[in-house]
């Protein structure tokens, strides 16, 4: 029996270790080849530990146990060349694409009397430029394949609003609509493209985000815009490694333009 994305080639953003190493193990394992890129070092903004070669390597390890062919890279997703480069040469080792995953992203947490210009812009660069910079080097190849599925991880906060996040939640509601606009453009060349929106999810970059203890004690009354209505505080990578399998496979074959949760509830609260 084949695997879900048999044959095919999966360019995947922020592949070094959380989402984005469980998306690469999971699409590997169900037959893809994968060319996994990261940035390997600070952002600029972070307040937690960063993604280091060693995890990338890692990763490499895991996709290559599996029997899979796998290309990676050290590309910051601000840099619109160096992940066209990243995409072009993985395509011209693995001979093809067709799926995109544009995961990589950064969170801070601060009041909105706290956020920085350079906060503001790193977040806005990093998650929603970058975001369009790893789509738009990955569309020609699909159209060149035939066609083709990409996914782009925005997040609850790309569909409520919650205190404390509002570079994040800016840039996580701008994929939406980029999304649904190039859904529109490129469905002529059967390439679909959605989104996913996790709740919180047990990975290195939750946590060691910190700092919601404190910002909770100080305003008692925000805590509940954060409680999933499952009786889980987090969700684990495998369960958006699940969904994105589904929409990039023949088993979403006709769902495009779509903001899929995998949220424990939260945004029906």
Not at 84 to 95: S, T
Request: with cysteine; charged share 20%; hydrophobic share 45%.
């Amino acid at each position: 029996m084949t695997g879900r994305v048999e044959g095919k080639v999966a360019f995947i953003t922020g592949a070094a270790r959380g989402q984005g190493r469980s998306h690469a193990v999971t699409l590997a394992a169900e037959g893809a080849d994968i060319i996994a890129v990261d940035i390997c070092a600070p952002s600029g903004s972070d307040s937690y530990v960063f993604a280091t070669p060693a995890d990338l390597e890692e990763t490499k390890r895991q996709v290559a146990a599996l029997g899979r062919r796998v290309v990676t890279a050290h590309v910051d997703v601000r840099d619109k060349q160096g992940v066209q480069a990243a995409v072009d040469a993985g395509v011209a080792e693995l001979g093809r694409l067709d799926i995109v995953l544009a995961n990589a992203g950064i969170s801070t947490l601060n009041r909105w009397d706290e956020v920085s210009e350079k906060v503001w812009q790193d977040t806005i660069d990093i998650n929603l430029t970058g975001v369009w910079n790893t789509l738009v080097a990955g569309v020609p190849h699909l159209i060149a394949a035939g066609g083709g599925a990409m996914v782009a991880t925005s997040s609850t906060l790309g569909i409520v609003g919650r205190p404390f996040f509002a570079p994040y939640a800016a840039s996580k509601h701008g994929i939406v609509g980029l999304v649904k606009s190039l859904a529109n453009e490129l469905a002529k060349h059967n390439i679909r493209i959605n989104t996913v929106h996790p709740t919180g999810v047990d990975t290195p970059m939750l946590q060691g985000l910190g700092g919601m203890p404190g910002l909770l004690e100080k305003e008692p009354d925000m805590a509940p815009l954060f409680l999933n209505a499952l009786p889980i505080d987090l969700v684990e990578a495998q369960d958006i490694s699940n969904a994105i399998l589904y929409l990039v496979s023949d088993s979403g074959r006709y769902i495009t333009g779509v903001q899929l949760p995998i949220d424990a509830g939260l945004t029906i609260r």
